[in-house]
């Protein structure tokens, strides 16, 4: 096709691409083109501020590497992960709700015993983890794979500190044959995403702030229940209403109870979605 206008250019895209066999790929790009045209005669995009967008997109690719992944942090401000894990994570009632995933977790974390230390050596005030994994009958789910993670108390994760040579505050465990679980760490506080990127020019730009209210990550596995990615966060902290990745459900604020002795003590139990394939 010659001549393609601003409007008649759609339909020759979509054209091109009409013998497309993956019939899944073919409804994502066509509506993608759809869209994308759409936004762009909506706002009238000029040359210029379509060179910015690709340079923009361009540094945020050249601030990744195998520690750093801009673009999940650009999809998780602009609210695209986690309007994808709302769509895909819907469970009965009294399931526990899923959240974001981020950008700091680590495969192979340390392997730490019931009542063992996940914090090893991660700055903060001590903090005592308890709870169970049940299924949504209220079933033991015994010997449930947690996984946990957190940022210390200066608001960075492990993998932030290139000092480290070692993982910190982060760890898997194995729930008891009850689904009972329980480890030491250090207690969460707020942090700012990383805003030294493109991620960072965006939030400037836009007139927003970079905190996450205080959390402390979960992901638990155990055949024959849905996988579950969460956070728990700490009832109190001030950036509850505004967090900035979206990622805060009222079901997931706890109460992290500071006892006399100076520990704070949190539990929580999960109650896990049973799979239906
Ligand atoms: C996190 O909670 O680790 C996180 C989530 C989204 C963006 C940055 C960090
Ligand atoms: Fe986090």
Same mark, same amino acid.
């Given at each position: 096709?010659?001549?393609?206008?601003?409007?008649?250019?759609?339909?020759?895209?979509?054209?091109?691409?009409?013998?497309?066999?993956?019939?899944?790929?073919?409804?994502?790009?066509?509506?993608?083109? #759809?869209? $994308?045209?759409?936004? %762009? =005669?909506?706002?009238?995009? /000029? @040359?210029?501020?379509?060179?910015?967008?690709?340079?923009?997109?361009?540094?945020?690719?050249?601030?990744?590497?195998?520690?750093?992944?801009?673009?999940?942090?650009?999809?998780?401000?602009?609210?695209?992960?986690?309007?994808?894990?709302?769509?895909?994570?819907?469970?009965?009632?009294?399931?526990?709700?899923?959240?974001?995933?981020?950008?700091?977790?680590?495969?192979?974390?340390?392997?730490?015993?019931?009542?063992?230390?996940?914090?090893?050596?991660?700055?903060?005030?001590?903090?005592?983890?308890?709870?169970?994994?049940?299924?949504?009958?209220?079933?033991?789910?015994?010997?449930?794979?947690?996984?946990?993670?957190?940022?210390?108390?200066?608001?960075?994760?492990?993998?932030?500190?290139?000092?480290? #040579?070692? $993982?910190?505050?982060? %760890? =898997?465990?194995?729930?008891? /044959? @009850?689904?009972?679980?329980?480890?030491?760490?250090?207690?969460?506080?707020?942090?700012?995403?990383?805003?030294?990127?493109?991620?960072?020019?965006?939030?400037?730009?836009?007139?927003?702030?970079?905190?996450?209210?205080?959390?402390?990550?979960?992901?638990?596995?155990?055949?024959?229940?849905?996988?579950?990615?969460?956070?728990?966060?700490?009832?109190?902290?001030?950036?509850?209403?505004?967090?900035?990745?979206?990622?805060?459900?009222?079901?997931?604020?706890?109460?992290?109870?500071?006892?006399?002795?100076?520990?704070?003590?949190?539990?929580?139990?999960?109650?896990?979605?049973?799979?239906?394939?």
């Amino acid at each position: 096709m010659k001549n393609v206008d601003q409007n008649t250019i759609t339909q020759a895209v979509l054209e091109r691409m009409g013998d497309m066999p993956d019939a899944r790929l073919k409804t994502i790009l066509t509506s993608l083109v #759809h869209h $994308l045209h759409d936004f %762009a =005669r909506d706002v009238t995009l /000029s @040359e210029e501020e379509w060179m910015h967008a690709i340079q923009f997109l361009t540094r945020t690719g050249q601030k990744c590497d195998d520690k750093r992944q801009e673009f999940i942090l650009l999809s998780d401000v602009l609210g695209l992960s986690m309007l994808t894990v709302a769509m895909n994570n819907q469970k009965p009632p009294g399931c526990t709700e899923a959240t974001v995933f981020g950008p700091f977790f680590v495969e192979d974390a340390p392997i730490v015993p019931l009542g063992g230390d996940v914090a090893q050596g991660a700055p903060g005030q001590p903090c005592t983890v308890s709870g169970r994994v049940v299924g949504s009958h209220g079933q033991a789910v015994a010997h449930a794979q947690l996984e946990v993670w957190q940022a210390d108390e200066e608001g960075f994760y492990d993998v932030q500190r290139p000092e480290l #040579h070692a $993982l910190q505050a982060r %760890a =898997r465990l194995q729930a008891d /044959s @009850e689904g009972r679980f329980h480890f030491n760490t250090i207690v969460a506080e707020a942090y700012p995403i990383p805003t030294d990127g493109p991620v960072g020019e965006l939030l400037r730009a836009t007139g927003r702030h970079p905190w996450r209210p205080a959390h402390l990550h979960f992901m638990i596995k155990a055949p024959g229940f849905e996988t579950l990615i969460t956070h728990v966060f700490r009832n109190g902290d001030k950036y509850l209403e505004s967090d900035a990745v979206f990622g805060v459900r009222e079901s997931l604020i706890a109460d992290w109870v500071k006892q006399p002795d100076g520990n704070t003590q949190l539990h929580f139990d999960f109650v896990l979605n049973e799979s239906h394939d």
